[in-house]
């Protein structure tokens, strides 16, 4: 059956409320988690260090009461595209990439391709790290309502305003694209669902669409980037008849305050990223 | 109180406005307008598309800029760039789709952002908020995320936080268009509330049946003023805004259409009740001879 | 009528955001039937579920049990049918010609439908004329146009045309009216009444505004939180303004007029639905 609602799709920038210990610490704590541990997975290449992470992160999503089945929801349309990922790596990198806590072992040559161990260690780990990546974004965005975590950017940013970071411009920004992320979706949904009602070859029997052409990717993108072009140019005005003029100036409706909780999950989670990043050298794999 | 002794809030004097000046084929859209808007006012400027009511709006809260002739807000220039903060703050603007005009994801974050733009101190943000969301009647969904609302309110959020900067004027640019029925009667009815209350609205519409909410009419055609006048006044002329392809609301054209066929009936009926109330009594005076 | 529907639901249900927490139920058990040559109108407050009913007419949505849809004799809970024919007999247009329009140039947008019909390109030059003729698109003027330059009433017009091109038995509208001027919707209106009356096109109107559907369609269903709660010929509809009004729907002025004649005692013959009606149902009370 054809299923056009992407909304059911994308639990990124979903908050789903609830009253779990990460629900109620302050968004600038669960920001910094999000960026210390975001931090340990990139400088993270062994099967150790991942197995680790995967855990960490994988309860972490427990503690915070997020059902998995939605998470990994959210994975879906993007699976097509990690699979050919996968599939390149695992043929073409073999030669390039020497496997950590080994000694190279070629599995399979011919021509270009190299199938190493390597290469496998460059799939899995991969694949590990999308999963913690995965884990960490759905820990910050469903459990944390979007005003709240660029309340918790605009807030760590302000020190830096003063070398010139724009800082409430850009949470701004964040805020904006994560408020017309949903709308454009339904968008793209209606506009699927009027090509189609033409004869447009949307959606294909299977739940998985390998292959779409370029034109008919063109006939969507078209449209949708002209609404949000459209939506742009109304926000703009909108705003600049609100008197929006830039951050310098500004009062604020929301005040953040840290609890003892906060504290308590900031220290944590520096030092677990900090022996990760020092130990990373030192795992057997 | 006579209007007339009153100062004008808005003077807009031999307005000219050209889109694309410099261009090869500038768009001539604004062709001399003169108009002075009372405080307290309830100005309803109809005309069809590209007739220039949008356009006119946006050169009093300083979107636009003259291009020729001045328009003064409470006797500031609007060319004068130091003088566009202060305009826009007294010169509200609500806009036709509700979703591109709302920032924030939460509603009474959204209804903050034009007062927090003008820093007003944070002690007072929260009572503005609650004051403009309960104006609007919105008071109950403050912490509702805005997608999840009704489009209807969302205007209504979007006119709260015009509101919360406490405008004296508020201009809604065709605000009504995209709503259904229920939609239009309660941002009318909360529009209404806010002049009763004082607020100076110029309602930007092509409803004709939204014009009888006001107190003066404007009728726009290529860029000027052909009509002007109350509701009454100008929806008795049925056939010149037939020529103008605009609309008049079904009672006048019932009343205008049973003139045509008896001299006696009112031509200028605007409301449901009244013309029922002249068929009743033409009704009641045959059967009492 | 002893033919059988063109549409037939029946019990039809569907939920949106399926499995996740924010799921959402659009339709509660709705029951409709429209007959091939008949003109309904489909009304109802934001969110009572009237576009979720009219996209299961050409199976954008499927039915899911017990919920059945049969189109022109065709059951869509069964896989196997080709939902493009059914998308050739029914055709949809949707609330803004932004979201339908996508080529480079007017005609070839317009030609899409024929093109995916598998047309000749000598046919469907032919094709996409006729459907430029029926919305009042000048051909040679507006075919090499680009699509996104246009005003919004030309694109309306151009979407318009890039439906009927398909030649649909059928013709849905979305909301097409919705922040359309009283001149542009006028226009429309009447187009789709020839279409109707002089091309027997069967015309589905979705809306939430009486006074588009009063001089258009012959019966309507009123909508309300995912139910049908009203079904009747449009007069038999307007009759019952308080019932209407509590499902956030109004009457046209002419027809308020009529009712606040009864309610003050005053026989009214014919409840007018449009002005005409309105004019002469006013002088048979004046005079008689």
Redesign the interface.
């Known amino acids: 059956m054809e299923d056009f609602e992407f909304l059911r799709h994308i639990t990124i920038g979903q908050f789903l409320p609830g009253d779990s210990i990460i629900h109620r610490l302050d968004p600038r704590t669960k920001l910094s988690i999000f960026l210390f541990i975001t931090i340990a997975v990139t400088f993270s290449v062994s099967y150790t260090a991942n197995v680790i992470l995967v855990l960490v992160t994988l309860s972490l999503v427990l503690l915070s009461g997020v059902s998995m089945r939605y998470v990994f929801s959210g994975v879906k349309p993007a699976i097509p595209l990690i699979i050919v990922l996968a599939i390149l790596q695992l043929l073409f990198y073999g030669g390039q990439f020497v496997p950590f806590g080994m000694q190279t072992k070629t599995y399979f040559h011919w021509g270009w391709i190299h199938i190493t161990n390597g290469s496998v260690q460059l799939v899995i780990v991969s694949a590990l790290r999308f999963i913690e990546l995965l884990f960490l974004t759905s820990l910050l965005t469903n459990t944390t309502t979007l005003t709240d975590i660029t309340h918790g950017m605009e807030n760590m940013l302000r020190p830096f305003s003063r070398i010139g970071v724009p800082a409430h411009e850009l949470s701004l920004v964040a805020t904006i694209a994560l408020r017309f992320v949903p709308l454009l979706a339904e968008q793209l949904e209606i506009i699927m669902k009027a090509q189609a009602s033409r004869g447009a070859d949307i959606a294909h029997q299977g739940k998985f669409q390998f292959v779409t052409t370029t034109r008919q990717v063109a006939a969507l993108i078209v449209p949708l980037f002209i609404d949000a072009l459209r939506r742009a140019e109304d926000l703009i005005l909108a705003m600049q008849a609100r008197c929006y003029v830039g951050g310098r100036g500004r009062s604020s409706l929301v005040r953040l305050e840290f609890a003892p909780l906060d504290y308590v999950a900031y220290v944590l989670s520096l030092i677990f990223s900090v022996s990760m990043l020092a130990l990373r050298n030192y795992f057997p794999i | 109180m006579s209007v007339a002794s009153v100062e004008p809030i808005i003077r807009i004097e031999g307005l000219h406005f050209h889109y694309n000046p410099q261009s090869e084929h500038p768009i001539h859209a604004i062709k001399g307008i003169d108009l002075e808007i009372y405080p307290g006012e309830y100005l309803v400027v109809v005309g069809?598309?590209g007739s220039g009511k949008s356009t006119l709006a946006?050169n009093i809260?300083v979107?636009l800029k003259p291009t020729e002739g001045d328009v003064w807000v409470e006797d500031m220039n609007t060319r004068d760039p130091a003088n566009t903060?202060a305009i826009?703050?007294e010169v509200?603007?609500v806009?036709?789709?509700p979703?591109?005009?709302?920032?924030?994801?939460?509603v009474?974050?959204d209804v903050?952002?034009?007062?927090?733009?003008?820093?007003?101190?944070?002690d007072e943000?929260?009572e503005r908020?609650e004051w403009a969301l309960g104006v609007v009647d919105m008071l109950d969904h403050r912490r509702r995320?805005?997608?999840r609302l009704?489009?209807?309110q969302k205007q209504r959020v979007?006119i709260a936080?015009?509101m919360a900067?406490k405008p004296k004027v508020l201009i809604l640019d065709e605000s009504t268009?995209?709503l259904?029925?229920?939609?239009r009667r309660d941002v009318l009815a909360a529009v209404r509330q806010l002049n009763a209350e004082g607020v100076t609205v110029i309602a930007i519409t092509?409803?004709?049946?939204e014009a009888a909410e006001g107190n003066r009419v404007i009728v726009m055609e290529a860029g000027k003023i052909v009509m002007e006048g109350t509701p009454r006044e100008v929806f008795s002329h049925v056939e010149e805004l037939r020529a103008l392809?605009?609309?008049v609301?079904?009672?006048t054209?019932?009343a205008y259409?049973?003139n045509q066929?008896?001299s006696t009936f009112p031509p200028d009926l605007l409301l449901?009740?009244d013309?029922?109330a002249e068929?009743?009594r033409?009704?009641n005076g045959?059967s009492g001879e | 009528m002893n033919e059988r529907p063109f549409i037939q639901i029946n019990d039809l249900h569907h939920n949106y955001l399926r499995d996740t927490p924010l799921e959402v139920t659009a339709l509660q058990g709705v029951n409709m039937e429209i007959y091939r040559g008949e003109s309904v109108g489909i009304i109802g407050r934001t969110g009572a579920g009237k576009s979720t009913v009219v996209q299961h007419f050409n199976g954008l949505i499927r039915p899911r049990k017990p919920g059945q849809v049969i189109v022109d004799g065709e059951d869509l809970s069964d896989p196997k049918v080709d939902v493009r024919r059914i998308r050739q007999k029914v055709g949809l247009v949707f609330q803004y010609p932004e979201q339908q329009l996508f080529e480079r140039l007017v005609g070839d947008d317009i030609a899409f439908g024929p093109k995916k019909l598998g047309m000749e390109p000598a046919e469907r030059r032919e094709r996409v004329k006729w459907a430029m003729e029926m919305v009042g698109l000048d051909f040679e003027e507006f075919k090499d146009r680009f699509t996104f330059s246009l005003s919004g009433g030309e694109m309306r017009k151009a979407a318009l045309a890039g439906v009927l091109a398909l030649q649909p038995e059928m013709l849905i509208l979305d909301e097409s009216t919705s922040g359309v001027d009283p001149r542009s919707r006028r226009e429309l209106l009447e187009r789709l009444l020839t279409l109707h009356k002089e091309h027997g096109l069967t015309l589905a109107f979705v809306s939430p505004n009486m006074e588009d559907m009063a001089g258009l369609v012959e019966r309507i269903y009123v909508m309300d939180d995912g139910h049908v709660v009203m079904n009747g010929t449009t007069r038999e509809i307007f009759s019952q303004p308080d019932e209407l009004h509590e499902h956030g729907l109004g009457v046209p002025q002419v027809t308020e007029v009529a009712h606040t004649l009864i309610a003050r005692g005053i026989a009214v013959e014919q409840i007018p639905v449009t002005v005409e009606e309105g004019v002469k149902e006013t002088w048979k009370i004046l005079n008689s």
């Open positions: 069809h598309n946006k809260n979107l903060l826009r703050s509200g603007m806009f036709q789709i979703d591109n005009q709302i920032v924030a994801t939460i009474e974050e903050a952002f034009g007062p927090e733009n003008l820093g007003v101190p944070d943000l929260q908020v995320p805005p997608h009704s489009a209807g979007a936080g015009v900067m268009a995209m259904d029925p229920e939609g092509h409803f004709m049946h392809q605009l609309d609301p079904q009672t054209e019932l259409r049973l066929l008896d449901v009740d013309v029922a068929i009743q033409r009704v045959r």
